[in-house]
C-alpha cells in the first residue's frame, strides 16, 4: 500500500512537471509548409509541447485550412505577408520544398523573426553566407535531428577518446535533387558537430546517376575519419551506421535507434592475449529500441532528435538567447565539405 502511494506520487510530479513547463509560453509561431515531412515528424511534436500555432501557411489554402483545424486559434494561409506582418508572431518552423527554403528564410530574418528551417536552408556555401548576414543577432536553428539524437547524446563522453570512425550512409536513388546538399548534409555535419571541424579532406566520387563519395578526412583535433556515401544501394534497406574506435571501446551506432560497444580484449605489451587466452566478448547495449517502454523519451520522434530539436528553438526563443552552438555560423564548415563534394561529383 506504502509503495503504490509511492508511485502515484512520482506519476503526479512527473505529469505535474511537464504540465507546467509547456504551458507558459509567451510568444506566439507560424509554421510555413505542410508536407509529408513536417505532417509526419514536426506537426506532431509541436503538438505534444503545446506551441501556440497562431498560423500555418502554404501554397495551397485548403491545405494551409485543414491543418490549422489541428491546433486550437490557429488561421491557414496562402500568404506568407501574413506571418511576415504579424508583430504577435516570434518564432516559425519552416519545412517547405528545399529550393523554397533559402527565398523563405532570407525574408524571415530580414523580418526579425526567430526561424527553425528544415534542411537544407540553402544550396550553396554563398547562400549561407547571405543568409547568416541577415540573421544578426536572431536566431536561425537549421533542422538536423542527430544533434539532439539519443545516439549522440551518449556518444559525448567517448569524443575525447576516440581515435578514429567509419561512416556509412547508404540510400536508394535520389533523381529529385541534389544528394550531398539534401541528404548527404545529415552525415556530414554529424560528424563535424561530433568531432569538430575538419582540417584536410580528400574526395573520391564515382556514378553520374546515382551519386556514390569515399571521403578521408583529418579533423583539427586529429581524429582520422573515412565515409562512404552513396545513393547506389536501395531505400528499404537504407543503411546510417558509424563505428567508432576509440582508445577502450569500439563502438557501433546504428542510426537512429541502437547503438552498442565492445571493450578492447587487454594486451600485454604488444600480443593481443585475446589470441592466447579465449575468454568471452563484452558487448554494452548502450541503446536499444525498446517497444515495451511507452515513455516520451523512447518514443521514436524523440529517439531520432526532433522532439530536442524543436523544444531547443523554443527554448531560446522564449527566453531570447541567441544560440551560437546551433546556429547558421554551425554550418558552414559542413557546408565547405559538400560544394567540394558537388564539385568532385561534377568532375566524376
Known sequence: MYTQR?????????????????????????????????ISNLYPVIQYLGIPLSKICTLHIQNAQKMAGHFTGCVGTDN???????????????????????????????????????KPPCFSLQELTTLIGYQGTANCQPGLQ??????????????????????????????????????????????????GPIAQSTIHSSGKDNATFFVH???????????????????????????????????????????????????????????????????KVYLDNNGFSLTAAHNSLALQGFLGEIEHFVSMTEQGIQDKQHNLQSLVDTYELLEKMNAAGMRS
Not at 8 to 33: P, V
Request: with cysteine.
Open 80 to 118: 506568407i505577408g501574413d506571418i511576415l506582418q504579424d508583430s504577435s508572431i516570434k518564432g516559425v518552423f519552416v519545412s517547405a520544398s528545399p529550393t523554397q527554403h533559402y527565398g523563405i528564410v532570407s525574408r524571415l530574418l530580414q523580418a526579425g523573426k526567430q526561424v527553425f528551417v528544415e
Open 6 to 38: 509511492l508511485i502515484e506520487r512520482y506519476k503526479t510530479a512527473r505529469k505535474k512537471k511537464f504540465l507546467d513547463k509547456h504551458s507558459n509560453y509567451k510568444h506566439q509561431y507560424a509554421f510555413i509548409g505542410v508536407g509529408q515531412h513536417s
Open 146 to 195: 542527430k544533434r539532439f539524437s539519443a545516439i549522440n547524446n551518449l556518444l559525448q563522453p567517448y569524443r575525447a577518446k576516440t581515435k578514429n570512425y567509419s561512416y556509412r550512409y547508404l540510400t536508394g536513388p535520389y533523381p529529385e535533387g541534389n544528394p550531398p546538399v539534401e541528404l548527404f548534409i545529415h552525415p556530414v555535419d554529424n560528424l563535424i558537430h561530433l568531432f
Open 217 to 283: 578526412v583529418t579533423h583539427h583535433c586529429g581524429i582520422t575519419g573515412m565515409l562512404h556515401l552513396s545513393t547506389d544501394h536501395s531505400w528499404q534497406s537504407a543503411i546510417d551506421e558509424l563505428q567508432i574506435n576509440t582508445t577502450g571501446d569500439v563502438l557501433h551506432a546504428s542510426y537512429p535507434f541502437r547503438l552498442t560497444g565492445i571493450e578492447k580484449p587487454a594486451r600485454f605489451l604488444s600480443l593481443p592475449l585475446e589470441k592466447i587466452f579465449k575468454s568471452p566478448v563484452h558487448q
